[in-house]
Structure formats: C-alpha cells, structure tokens
C-alpha cells in the first residue's frame, strides 16, 4: 500500500503540480481547499501524512495544525507558505509540525522531507510498540488488593521526580517495579541504569557509581563513565542499597544533594539529570539505629517509599502467575501450554513461599520441563511443595539413586541446577545459608548459580 499524502492549500496550481508529481513517485495523494475539509478528509481517509498551507482563508494553516494535533497527535504535518518568517516557522514548530516549507517549492525537498516525516513516524510507532512491550513485560501479575494498592502507588509515583525507595523481600519484584515507574515516568526514553551495590565490591563501587579517568587509581588503564553519567536523561536504579559502606553513602549523598559529582582522578565537575530509584530487602531504619546505613542518605531516598507485598500476602494470585508463567515458558520453548490442575493450584496456595515470586517461576520451569503431560498433576508437584512426596534428596549418593531410579541421566546437570535454585530460594537468596544447608562450599554454589 502507498503512502497517502493529503494537500491543504487554496491555490490550486500549488495543489495540481504537488499532486502530479508526487502521483509519479508512488503516492496515493488527497487534496483539500482549505483547514475544514482538511479535517474531514483526515477523519475519511487517514492520510500518512499532511502538507498544510500557512496562509488559507477561513482556518489558516496554525488553527488547522492545532485541530489536528489534538485529534491526531501522530499524524506527521509539514508546513508549506509563500510568505514566510521566522515567528510562523517557530509558531508552527511549537504546535508541533514536523517540519517547514517554502514556496517557490522545491520538489527535491518536498518528496525527501515526506520521506523523512513517514520514517520518524514508523520510528514513533515502533517505539510506542516496544514500550508498550516492555510494560507488558515488567509489570507485576495480579489483581489481589494488595498488587491493586501496589499499582495505585506506582503510577502516583512514576510521574514525579521524586526519590523513590522500593522495599521488599528477595524475589517479590522490586526490580520490576523499578523497570515500571521508569516506563510510566516523564523520562521513558532515556536510559534504565540498574547497579546492584551488594554485588560489586565495597572498593570498586564508588568507581562504578561515578566513573573514573585513566590513571585515578592501580588498574585503571582507561578513562570509564560511571553510571550517574550513563544514566543522564533517564532513571538509576540502586538495588540492595542498604549493602552500601558508610563511606559511598556520604559521597553518594553529596552528589544527590548538589546534583553534581566528579569521576575519581578528575578536576571537572559534572552535572547529573538522573531520577534515583532505590531498592532494599533490609530495614533501612534498623540499619541507621546500628549505625550501618545514614540518616540524612535515608531521608533523600525515602521520599516516596513503596513496598511490594510478599506472595504470602497475595496467594490469590498464584493461580494467575501460574498460568502467566506457563505462558511464557510455552512461547518461548515454541510447545504447547501445560497447565496446573485445580487441586495442584491449592496445594501451591498453602506453601509459604519464602523466595516469593522467583520461587514459584523456577517451580514452573522445573515443572514444564519434567512433567511429560499436558496438565500437571497434583502428584506432579515434588516436596517439599507437595507434603505426600518425599522432600528432594540431599546428598550426592541420594542423587545418584534418584537419577538411576529415575532414569534420567542426560538431565542430571539440569536438575543440579534446578535443585541448587530451589535451595537458593529456600533460603530467600541467601547463598551462604544454601551453601551450608546442602552442605557443600560457597564458591561452589556461586559457580554454578551464575550460570542460572
């Protein structure tokens, strides 16, 4: 299908010669003698794009652009008059035309400034898909009262740039929530900068915060970006804030406070546009009373807290998240959606899910996997989830039986995989706790979950 392009001009030779030549480009072309047929023709044939004269009798070219802007704000206009200036070009510019044309036209010009306004277009429409994508993506499953209050807080929040501090538990979905306030926030195009301060040694932290030049410190063989810098324009997301020594918390501070910062080893002092998101699992002001996280720093992030509600308190949307992660495993592994029967669900509903909604995810993968049928039994569910089933074996020899037994060898080292996450979310992400519950060694367990 051709572009269609609608004329809007009161001389009719301007109209006759347009139409002729842009005919024989491949476009299907509408005209309109003046704004009010213009805005009857857009409203009967939905033209990809419009050419408005300035100057018309009646509504001139600015009215007109204003009406269409207002009932169609993706419909790319480029202004054409033979009497121009530099208040009409910037008038027209700030109702939002796409661009400016003066007559004597230049048919070069005219047909590579259509071009041009036809690919921003289809770059605006791919991008509201992505976005629209991306929503769909990170936001939180469920319509229990308390995901319904989490949804109310974030979009009252997501618009402000305010502070804002997401508390939780491991695996409730902070960073989602994060990913959504950012979607929804007056910034959706700029850059998600996610830095985990519990993951990135206490010495190097400050380094990824606010970047360093070449030569600042022993190994720092090139000038690098901190992340305030990556993030200009758009959002920062602190996960696990409360990991921070008290030493990057008073620089971080500063830096919030004077929304200025310097890369290490630098003189020259940058300026940030960053909203800050913040997220913890631990109590932040318990934290302050042992003297381990800053009033002042706590104060600056809590402007808007926001909590996300464990699962526990929210078993009523097991059975959705069930069905949603199922869905998901099915597109993307290109099979057929299984789904959990009726008295699997109930059973699911009484567990206390201590990894919260990261637990219950890596049940249904495991489950997907294993299960051969299409509906998962209640039986189908292992303990220590289903209290009829014996609780997963522990040791290497109970694994080696239970494969032999089972025989399942080509997928022992997917199991082990499986079993070191289930023992990891027992353990609501402590590894050091998984590590001693299966009795094996930290390093051990940090291998392999990093392959996860």
Sequence with gaps: ??????????????????????????????????????LKKIDSHSPDIVLLDIWMPG???????KEIKQHHPSLPVVMITGHGSIESAVEATKSGAFDFLEKPLSIDKVILTINNALNFRKLEEENRYLRKKAIEKNSITGTSPAVRKLYGEIMTAAPTESSILITGENGTGKEMVARTIHQFSR??????IIINCAAIPEDHLESELFGHEKGAFEGATAKNRGKFELAGGGTLFLDEIGDMSISTQAKMLRALESKTFQRIGASRTLHMDVRVITSSNKD???EIKEGRFREDLFFRLNVIPIHVPPLRERRDDIPILVDFFLSQLAEKSSVPKKTLSEEGLEL???????????????????LSIMVENDVIGKNDIPG???PEIETLPETDEEHARFFTMEKLDQAKAAFEMEFIRFRVDQMAGDLQAAAKQMGTSLNFIKKRISKI
């Design 1 to 38: 299908m051709y572009p269609a392009v609608l004329i809007v001009d009161d001389e009719s030779t301007i109209i006759d010669s347009l139409e002729g030549i842009l005919s024989d480009d491949g476009f299907e072309v509408i005209h309109a003698f003046n704004g009010y047929e213009a």
């Design 384 to 386: 220590p989830y289903n």
């Design 187 to 192: 910034r959706p195009e700029g850059p998600f």
């Design 59 to 65: 509504m001139d070219g600015i009215d007109t652009l």
């Design 348 to 366: 699911l509903k009484q567990w206390h899910w201590k990894g919260n909604v990261r637990e219950l995810k890596n049940l249904m993968e495991r």
């Design 284 to 286: 932040l002001e318990a």
